[in-house]
Nanobody, 120 residues
Framework: QVQLVESGGGLVQAGGSLRLSCVVS????????MAWYRQAPGKQRELVAS???????NYGDFVKDRFTISRDGAKNTVFLQMDKLKPEDTAVYYC??????????????WGQGTQVTVSS
């Protein structure tokens, strides 16, 4: 019913930049917030950034000064601009769409994830 497709991941050297994109399609009228989460092996999933319909944003600790979340409403796309990447940013990044801002629920939709690898 709702599909999310991420793109833009890859391998980058420390200090470099990447821009992730998430295109949303389907019945999106129930979506109130979009977010990026990441998960590295052996670590818990953590919030990277989120944005609501009204444009309010939230950023996870350690990334808010380096990453920027934005959206293109006309194209139903959310972006994550990542600058000054560090090796500890290496993870699978997932796009999330849900009804409740800043909170994930079993009713949320998730993309398949895109791998970001930062080399030192």
């Amino acid at each position: 019913q709702v599909q999310l497709v991420e793109s833009g991941g890859g391998l980058v050297q420390a200090g470099g930049s990447l821009r992730l994109s998430c295109v949303v399609s389907g019945k999106i009228f129930s979506i109130n917030a979009m977010a990026w989460y990441r998960q590295a092996p052996g670590k818990q999933r953590e919030l990277v950034a989120s944005i609501t319909r009204g444009g309010s944003t939230n950023y996870g600790d350690f990334v808010k000064d380096r990453f920027t979340i934005s959206r293109d409403g006309a194209k139903n796309t959310v972006f994550l601009q990542m600058d000054k990447l560090k090796p500890e940013d290496t993870a699978v990044y997932y796009c999330n769409a849900g009804k409740i801002p800043t909170i994930t629920t079993p009713d949320d939709y998730w993309g398949q994830g895109t791998q970001v690898t930062v080399s030192s």
